[in-house]
Structure formats: structure tokens, C-alpha cells
């Protein structure tokens, strides 16, 4: 992806003012038919090439599959990526923990990414240590919205890279 398009894809979220804004997907009610309300809305991805509504309307998303670091079960995730430059990263406004695909990346880093319409094997590197400490000093100069979730937790937000390895 070329520096325009990343920051085309993140004009889209421009209109959420903060963690807290009402607005934003995160803080919307959803019908807690499966585990995480995810479930409509990954149908509606893979049924309309990467686009949805509602809450995510305008806004890019990415379906990450992961294999259960316990379970070895595979799991489905949609979520918002953003862009250094060219990389891709994924993070999580879970405030109490971090998401179970962090988890599974952390335990097998091979990873399917779905992506406008397009299947990508890919790897996820979750960043720790000197990598992470660079990496999130950039992002909360550059990412007010995880800037603002970072103020409000106790803990480093997740922070993990997503290398698109090849179209499947």
C-alpha cells in the first residue's frame, strides 16, 4: 500500500474526536449474538469486498485470522488497520486486557489478512522491547486516537505489524 492510500484509508476515521467519542465503532451497542458481535459484520465484508456500514462505514478494515494459541482453532477478527509509511500495524482499545489475537500472534505468527476484496497469507510480529519502544514513541506522536486510549490505560497498548506475504 502507498503512502497516499494509508492516509486516505485514515482521513476516513478523521470525524472520531477521541477513545471516548460516542461515534467511534469501539463504542457502539452490538447484538451479542456471537462472542464479540463480529459476526454481521464479517458477512458483510466478504459479501461486499472489504466494505461495510454502520458504525465502520467509510472506514478501512482488515479481517485478521489467527490460530488460537490454546484451542488451535481458527479465529476472525475485523479490524481497523493503520500505517507507518508502507506497514500495516493492528492495536486494540481493550482496556483491561489484551485481545486474544495478540495471544495467538504471539504463540504462531502466521496469519491470513483479508483486504479489499483480496486474501493475503501474512505474518504478524508483535512488537516488544526496543522495536515496541520506538515503534509506539512514533505512533503516539502520529496516532492521536491510540494516543488518547494510551493516556487512559495502565498498561502498553498492543502494538503488532502485519507483513502481507503473499495474495492466496
Known amino acids: 500500500m502507498s503512502e497516499s492510500e494509508a ?6 476515521q478523521a470525524d472520531i474526536t477521541g477513545y471516548d467519542d460516542p461515534n467511534a465503532p469501539w463504542n457502539q451497542e452490538w447484538d451479542q449474538g456471537d462472542a464479540y458481535g463480529n459476526d454481521d459484520v464479517i458477512k ?15 472506514a478501512e478494515l482488515i479481517l485478521l485470522t489467527t490460530t488460537g494459541a490454546k484451542s488451535g482453532k481458527r479465529h476472525t477478527t475485523p479490524l ?18 489484551n485481545p486474544a489475537w495478540w495471544h495467538n500472534i504471539k504463540a504462531n505468527p502466521q496469519v491470513t489478512v483479508e483486504l479489499r476484496g ?5 505474518t504478524g510480529k508483535v512488537l516488544e522491547g526496543a522495536d515496541y519502544d520506538e515503534f509506539a514513541a512514533w505512533v503516539l506522536v502520529n496516532n492521536p486516537l491510540l494516543a488518547d486510549f494510551q493516556s487512559k490505560i495502565d498498561r502498553p497498548m498492543p502494538l503488532v505489524v502485519l507483513t502481507l506475504d503473499s495474495e492466496s
Open 44 to 58: 458483510e465484508f466478504r459479501e461486499n469486498s472489504g466494505v461495510v456500514g454502520g458504525a465502520y462505514a467509510g
Open 118 to 122: 483480496k486474501t493475503y497469507q501474512a
Open 7 to 12: 492516509t486516505a484509508a485514515q482521513r476516513n
Open 80 to 97: 481497523g488497520p493503520a500505517y507507518r509509511g508502507d506497514i500495516m500495524y493492528v492495536s486494540s482499545f481493550m482496556e483491561d486486557k
